[in-house]
């Protein structure tokens, strides 16, 4: 009932108090319109960013974003500052890499692996949305 946001909100608070770990979410999902199955996939790349952060990275923080883009694209990011991917991405065996390229196709989008600046993971899927945000949001954007 409470849509994406609510449901990051929710996944974020499952996995800090379990894991401990400080989970950091930062949003403007008012100007990001998502439909549905939209939000569906997204929030699957996000619990499935965030269980393996917890699972295999060692990090102590992480960090999730969605935001607008340019060219109306939503960028939505995952990061930590755990050890990195090392040779999971470079192997191309890891199923939960696998399960998120297959979110971004079914979106039309893309997604990306890689280290962060400073240290540890990133992960960022780009797709464009079916809505276009109506006029009102692109004014206040």
């Known amino acids: 009932p ?9 996944t974020i608070e499952e996995l800090s108090q379990r894991s401990g770990m400080d989970i950091a979410f930062e949003e403007e999902l008012d100007l990001c319109p998502l439909e549905v199955n939209e939000e569906f996939h997204v929030m699957q790349v996000i619990r499935e960013a965030l269980s393996n952060t917890v699972r295999h990275s060692g990090a102590r923080r992480a960090w ?32 939960g890499l696998s399960i998120m390229k297959e979110r971004a196709r079914s979106l039309g ?29 692109q004014e206040s954007a």
């Open 109 to 137: 989008g893309d997604v990306a692996f890689g280290d962060r600046p400073g240290g540890g993971s990133r992960i960022e899927l780009v797709f464009a949305p079916e809505r276009l945000p109506s006029p009102v949001e």
């Open 64 to 95: 999730v974003t969605i935001r607008p883009g340019p060219a109306h694209h939503i960028t939505v990011t995952v990061e930590d500052d755990g050890q990195g991917f090392g040779r999971a991405v470079e192997d191309g065996q890891h199923h």
């Open 2 to 10: 409470g849509g994406l946001k609510e449901a990051v909100h929710d």
